[in-house]
């Protein structure tokens, strides 16, 4: 078999998984991560978890800000340029190489997603068990169903969970 066709299917295989757990790969723009953190007033010294942190650039952004970010991933070819991209700012930054899905949450001030609409209520109910202390949610482009947000605009939405 030709290493080609090896390292093809592995980068199929690695982006599919995404899709198959949450979401495509679709890189944030800029400006979008900009107007995200200020809808959900996210401030210096906080701390920001990214569900589904394709290349970082979220969490990139937060840290330029001081934002401690704690990156999920299932995708570890994002996953290791998540890491590269921010490097520099290591010391806020983390970044695992896990399904989201089937881990504990440490505690946050805000939680990121973009998650397809199908996960958006299981995602609710996910949220809901596993936040204990005052959390809101940024979910970009999609809403949950069946629950009005607390503030949106043309394509982001903010949740309250665990007051």
Known sequence: MPLWFIILSVLVL???????????????LKRDSDVLIKLGGLKSGQTVIDLGSGDG????????????????????????????????????????????WRVKLPPADVIYTFLLPKYMTELDSYLKTQIKQPTTLISFAFEIPGRKPDKHNRNTFIYHYGD
């Open 57 to 100: 650039r979220f969490l990139l952004a937060a840290a330029r800000l001081g934002i401690k970010g704690i990156g999920y991933e299932i995708n570890p070819i994002l996953v290791a340029v998540s890491r590269l991209v921010c490097w520099r700012y290591r010391h806020l930054v983390t970044i695992h190489l896990a399904d989201f």
């Open 14 to 28: 690695a982006f599919a998984l995404g899709v198959k757990r949450g979401a495509p790969y679709l890189p944030i």
